[in-house]
């Protein structure tokens, strides 16, 4: 019912940037928070950064100063834009949803709440 569609990565140098960008689309009523993870071969999924329906901000200490989260709440559009890459940020990178959606029975409709995940999108950072 609800789908996320990341794009945006790809090959970069050391030092260069991407800017990745997810977008929500379905039977949505409202999104609260929508972050970046990412999972590097043999690592766990680890969070980058979130970012609230009001704009508040967390970022992984590795990123700080680095990565920049914000979004479109009108479009249901996340965007993480990343500079001075390094090739420790080679990953693929997740995009994730907390989303609020509606939901129609035979004689009813209400809203649900589930968390969502797109499908991923690989960064590789060269050295």
């Known amino acids: 019912q609800v789908h996320l569609v990341e794009s945006g990565g790809g090959l970069v140098q050391a030092g260069g940037s991407l800017r990745l960008s997810c977008a929500a689309s379905?039977?949505?009523?409202?999104?609260?928070?929508m972050g970046w993870y990412r999972q590097a071969p043999g690592k766990q999924r680890e969070l980058v950064a979130d970012?609230?329906?009001?704009?508040?901000?967390n970022y992984a200490d590795s990123v700080k100063g680095r990565f920049t989260i914000s979004r479109d709440n009108a479009k249901n559009t996340v965007y993480m834009q990343m500079n001075s890459l390094k090739p420790e940020d080679t990953a693929v990178y997740y995009c994730n949803a907390d989303v609020r959606y509606w939901h129609t029975g035979v004689a009813y409709v209400t809203t649900l709440q589930y968390d969502y995940w797109g499908q991923g999108t690989q960064v590789t950072v060269s050295s």
């Open positions: 379905g039977s949505i009523f409202s999104i609260n928070t």
């Open positions: 970012i609230t329906s009001g704009g508040s901000t």
